[in-house]
């Protein structure tokens, strides 16, 4: 089944805590996993992943792929009230539900 | 050079009506997807133009939606005789393309809120 499973699905934590994000998938042949932060309305772009066990860094965010395991991780460290938002994973055209995270001051 | 812009930004309409919404892509992008977010939801796939090829057409949810890219470029999503589910947030992003359906960065434009009451 072709099935994006994205947990938490809300978080809720401190300025300066360290946040972990998750994402499960099951169809194990895809081109490309991609994170997005979702604020308002359009989403925007976070991450391309593509090769398992690389990890992509951007600042305080980081996310890594696991092909055998079929997950990948969205880390956010010394987070800051601006990195309040909804988190999607999509695996090709599938979205999951997204992890809605907010940052406490 | 500008981003994904879609028009309306907002739509009220009647039960029963029809609705088309307007999707101009970032120039140069050969791929265009609609999704549609109903509140509390993720995105729900719609509908994928890949240059001249035929539209990927899998995710319309029924025969009352339609789309048409004309010219390679500018996108019309067509609901006919809307109804109350179809209450939600449309979104259009295009990407690069060539790297097969959803594999390369998309880029979303603000989406348009459509209110069937």
Redesign the interface.
């Known amino acids: 089944e072709d099935k994006v499973v994205q947990s938490p699905l809300s978080l809720v934590v401190h300025e300066g805590d360290t946040v972990t994000l998750n994402c499960s998938y099951e169809v194990t042949n895809f081109r490309s996993l991609l994170w997005y932060k979702q604020e308002k309305k359009a989403p925007t772009f976070l991450f391309m992943l593509t090769s398992s066990g690389i990890e992509k860094k951007s600042g305080r965010l980081s996310s890594i792929l696991d092909k055998k395991e079929l997950f990948s991780i969205l880390n956010i460290t010394a987070t800051q009230t601006g990195d309040s938002a909804i988190y999607l994973c999509v695996r090709e055209l599938t979205f999951g539900t997204g992890t809605r995270l907010t940052i406490i001051p | 050079g500008a981003g ?1 812009s879609q028009s309306p930004s907002n739509k009220v309409t009647e039960k029963g009506k029809d609705v088309e919404l307007r999707c101009d892509p970032i120039s140069g992008h050969t791929a265009l ?1 609609w ?1 549609r977010q109903s509140l509390g ?5 719609l509908i ?1 133009f890949q240059g001249n090829s035929a539209p990927d057409k899998s ?1 319309l949810p029924s025969d009352r939606f339609s789309a048409e890219r004309t010219g390679g470029s500018v996108s019309t999503l067509t609901i006919q005789r809307t109804q109350q589910e179809d209450s939600a ?1 449309y ?1 259009c992003a295009s990407s690069l393309g060539g ?13 348009t ?1 459509l209110t069937v009451l």
């Open positions: 994904v997807y999704y939801q993720g995105l729900e796939f994928y995710g947030v979104l790297s097969g359906r959803g594999a390369d960065t998309q880029y979303f434009g603000p989406g809120r």
